[in-house]
């Protein structure tokens, strides 16, 4: 969990250009003003092509926050 | 910095680190502002963002109209009014194969014939308000294929198959963009195919965010079109300068001799050398000069073209550096001598401590890293799309010719003590006349591309040529000139606006393969002549500074303008009093034919 949260920070902070900004288990599209619906495309393929992960669809759609996202992907890497 | 902008792209970085990267390339001065409209038949952020990147780096600041979402053709054709008031040089019609409208699985060959007319004209019809009503450039992307094809092979065979069909209409876009010089094919056919259909297209983002290509893919487009548009705006490059050693022979001539290079059909390893031969002579037939810079003894380093399986001959060169010299020295040696910036140079060399040394003295040279596998020599330059032309003009067939007179010119003039005879004995003839149909394009080329003897660096697309051409308060001149070693071709330019008395010259420019030639006397005498048939009683000249035309800063004070305003910004303003007395400047020049 805290491995690939410390992976995802500096992808989040990249795209959402905000150096300061600090991404939690808790953080979601409704906590991160910036995370609009067009950042979102952006986080999500950077996060594909920096993990090498596929999200299938829907995926995303059933998470409430990067937490479960980050179970998601443990899975994945797993996998 | 630039070389994010090469190939092979970190995805990576640039998926993620677009905004920053943004930032730092908006901090550059003297970009050029163009206005970009993007037509989408799919989403278009992920695209106007990467182009916005590419663009960037390229020297070019993109201020963007963003349709919106698969409105490409309505806001084209029926709701056009913001369209009309953002005014755009250049509209992008980013459709892709989910926007063409098939015809029936199985339906005969008439019905497809016909599915296929009526999808063409669609998009004439937008092609053509575009230009002729918009008056913009046009950038059409042809048609990539879906990942699918329920025919399997058939599918490129039977003429209701997906592929068959897309193919028919790539061929019908080539054909008419032949005939359009203003409308521009962007090829992701191909490009496609070289990303791979698998990675070109994502179902997930395309049901997701209606991404037609997958973010990553996106990238890649956006290079292809910050070339073609680098193309329109003069910026493509025209110079490539090649080592020798290991880059266009395998071994060392001064060690292994002639006999010993590996050159030729007879292995692998020579093989290579001589496709990659091939290819250089490709990109100098169609107008990129060829030049040598290399680390050798110069008369050995001349030896290796009597290889007899050389493809480049020593007439290939514009430019031969054989010497001891740092590189970067003898390129800005080759600049200077060929009269081109080194914005237009791609360096190529397998060693990889001359790439850095060039990289980090001259940084506007375009360095790609060739790695040293000479099989993958051809891939690394060409997907680089340094030279990516517009259109081939017949200016740019005769290119090389002109470049190779003026070594020839060079040595006769030495030969004279005195210019003037020198230029007498050149026997040049020119052709002044008032902007004609048939140039155009080379006209429209050149008021992109010419950078040095321009007083006023303003760029025009055709479409703002055209609307002056036909304004009968402007005065417009192409010159054209040709001596006894060849033909130049149109080389210099000038509009000028009447406003009351005088005679405004907004536009003065001069290739700089033709300087020293009497040709800006000969300018001058003809803007007088036109001048005083429309009344006007004085020229004004305006100088605009820029990085590269300080050579023209004095030029109104040699022609005996007087100043008027120096501005703070180094702007000058300059002014010629006109009467009939006026005493031709022109005296080298002596056959004119004016029009």
Redesign the interface.
Known sequence: MDEILARLQPIFRDVLDDPSLVVTAESSARTIEQWDSLAHISIVSAIEQEFKVRFALGELETLNNVGEMIGLMEKKLRG | MTRRFEYPFD??VM??????IR?ELSAQTQLLDVRLAVLGGSTT??LR?FLELFLLASGIRPIFYESEYAKYEEEVLLDDARLRAFAPQIALIHTTWVNARFPGPFSNSETVASAARSEFGRFEAIWIKLINDIGCTVIQNNFDEPRHRSLGSIDAVACYGYSSFLRQLNADFAAAARQRPRLLINDISHLAAVVGLDAWHD???W???K?AV???ATVTLAHQLAAIIRGIFGKSRKVLVLDLDNTLWGGVIGDDGVDGLRLGKETPEGEAYTAFQEYCLELKRRGILLAVCSKNDPLIAREGFSHPDTVLQLTDFAAFKANWNPKHEAIAEIAHELNLGLDSFVFVDDNPAEREIVAAQLPVVAVPNMGSDPSRYIELLDRQLYFEPVGISAEDLQRAGFYVANVERNLEQATFADYGAFLDSLAMKAVVAPFHDTYMDRITQLTNKSNQFNLTTRRYTIGELEAIRADPSAVTLYARLSDKFGDNGIVSLAIGKLNASDLEIDLWLMSCRVLKRDLEHLMLDELVARALTRGATALVGRYRPTAKNRMVSDHYAKLGFGLVTEHPDGRTDWRLPLNTEYQKRCTHIKDVIRG
């Not at chain 2, 998926?15 to 920053?20: F, G, I, W």
């Open positions: 995805l990576a998926l993620r680190r677009r905004k920053a930032a952020n992920e963002d179902p997930t983002y049901l997701n965010y991404l997958s973010p990553a």
